[in-house]
T-cell receptor, first 114, second 111 residues
């Protein structure tokens, strides 16, 4: 079974802090994704990576950056956290680029910005 | 603007009966559709998918129907079981990596 692990289940940070969310997958998947889930909006894609050091913006990249230095690890960075970034963050991975493969999700990080 | 819409935020159904979840989309380039199930405090898990070349796909108690002309798909769960109580997300893709998700439908199966 694919395992996608997010480093924290709950995180509380202050406005203006730099925040790191970490995600690790154990299936040697090429693709990794960061989403945020908000009530009434479903899941929205923040960033996508299809290979080490490669990234593409999703639908809502503003205020975020990402890092993929190793194939198994994909980090989401909030450069200067703001209260409107309070949300559930979900990491996912899938095999093969640009093909119809189901994405496998981690259990999420509930981030609160005070 | 959301390209995938699940207009029913919630659905309550008696155990043993059929659950029907609906999803509409606006982007005619979508040609691959998926349903995900999510329990509280867990990530979404893949349930079933359908390609645009088909109009039906079945996996055990779960069947997905696709009506391309109406840009509509539905998920049928027969018979519904208490363990099916969860949030169900519809998602669509234009044959690439990018998935667009609906807002989700919360299903409650009553004993």
């Amino acid at each position: 079974d694919v395992k996608v692990t997010q480093s924290s289940r709950y995180l509380v940070k202050r406005t203006g802090e730099k925040v790191f969310l970490e995600c690790v997958q154990d299936m040697d998947h090429e693709n990794m994704f960061w989403y945020r889930q908000d009530p009434g909006l479903g899941l929205r894609l923040i960033y996508f990576s299809y290979d080490v050091k490669m990234k593409e913006k999703g639908d809502i990249p503003e205020g975020y950056s990402v890092s993929r230095e190793k194939k198994e690890r994909f980090s989401l960075i909030l450069e200067s956290a703001s209260t409107n970034q309070t949300s559930m963050y979900l990491c996912a991975s899938s095999s093969e680029s640009y093909s119809n493969q189901p994405q496998h999700f981690g259990d999420g990080t509930r981030l609160s910005i005070l | 603007d959301q390209q995938v819409k699940q207009n029913s935020p919630s659905l309550s159904v008696q155990e043993g009966r059929i659950s029907i979840l609906n999803c509409d989309y606006t982007n005619s380039m979508f040609d691959y559709f998926l349903w995900y199930k999510k329990y509280p405090a867990e990530g979404p898990t893949f349930l079933i998918s359908i390609s645009s070349i088909k109009d039906k796909n079945e996996d055990g108690r779960f069947t997905v129907f696709l009506n391309k002309s109406a840009k509509h798909l539905s998920l049928h769960i027969v018979p519904s079981q208490p363990g099916d109580s969860a949030v169900y997300f519809c998602a669509a893709s234009p044959n690439d990596y990018k998935l667009s998700f609906g807002a989700g439908t919360t299903v409650t199966v009553r004993a």
